[in-house]
């Protein structure tokens, strides 16, 4: 896997981000130059027979699947879907654990 676990390339290739409020570390956190993606897998060689990330985004950004194929036209893809309530608890817990929540609980 790639030394980032999310890093988004595929969603926002060669774009300057500027997203705000609770999601906004998503700015530092993605790779959005080829170069960069690529050194991610360093560690890789030939004897790894599959190398991957973990971006979610990808499953919302119309223009991922076609950066996916242009770059990678062999890959093989694998989408983990949640339930949609355990995912909203985990985000929320997330939020919670690194103090960008403003409501104090879940249920509201």
């Known amino acids: 896997m790639s ?4 890093p988004h390339f595929f969603a926002f290739e060669n774009q300057k981000l500027n997203f705000s ?3 906004a570390t998503i700015n530092e956190s993605s790779v959005v130059d ?6 991610l897998f360093d560690g890789a060689s ?3 027979i599959a190398r ?4 979610a985004l990808y499953l919302y950004i119309p223009d991922a699947p076609l950066r996916i ?3 990678v036209p062999q890959a093989k893809l694998i989408a983990i879907l949640r339930h ?3 995912r909203a608890y ?6 919670m654990r690194d103090g960008r929540e403003p409501l104090e609980s879940f249920s509201k």
């Not at 985990?90 to 939020?95: F, K, T, V």
């Open 3 to 6: 030394s980032i676990k999310e």
């Open 21 to 23: 409020g609770p999601g």
């Open 34 to 39: 080829l170069q960069h993606y690529q050194n």
């Open 46 to 48: 030939e004897k790894h």
């Open 52 to 55: 991957g990330e973990a971006s």
């Open 69 to 71: 194929k242009q770059y």
């Open 84 to 86: 949609p309530a355990d």
């Open 90 to 95: 985990a985000s929320y817990m997330q939020l």
